[in-house]
């Protein structure tokens, strides 16, 4: 079993900045890869970004050159740094990661934290 647990959600100005992190617990062997989904109020989750154990990441085209993602496999944490916010980018941010289990992957979620953009 895998525990994900966002923070560092919360209320910024349009053109501010915020950096999710999302730290991983649990009983794992190792992941393939983690990443983050958003979900806006009456819309489906999306995905914004994902990063590999390799490190190779992929972004949602509305979220490129804004966000980044990132891995620290030490802290066993997974980042999104998210720059020049747009009211737009305001939703419910969920980490989610596939992780190596004692029979063959998973896949786990966070409960979620909010980020709201004002405009």
């Known amino acids: 079993q895998v525990q994900l647990v966002e923070s560092g959600g919360g209320l910024v100005q349009a053109g501010g900045s915020l950096r999710l992190s999302c730290v991983a617990s649990?009983?794992?062997?190792?992941?393939?890869?983690m990443g983050w989904y958003r979900q806006a109020p009456g819309k489906e989750r999306e995905l914004v970004a994902t990063?590999?154990?390799?490190?190779?990441?992929n972004y949602a085209d509305s979220v490129k050159g804004r966000f980044t993602i990132s891995r620290d496999n030490a802290k066993n944490t997974v980042y999104l740094q998210m720059n020049s916010l747009k009211p737009e980018d305001t939703a419910d941010y969920y980490c989610?990661?596939?992780?190596?289990?004692?029979?063959?992957?998973?896949?786990?979620w966070g409960q979620g934290t909010q980020v709201t953009v004002s405009s």
């Open positions: 989610t990661g596939r992780f190596v289990v004692l029979v063959g992957t998973s896949d786990y």
């Open positions: 649990g009983s794992a062997f190792s992941f393939v890869s």
């Open positions: 990063v590999t154990s390799g490190g190779s990441t």
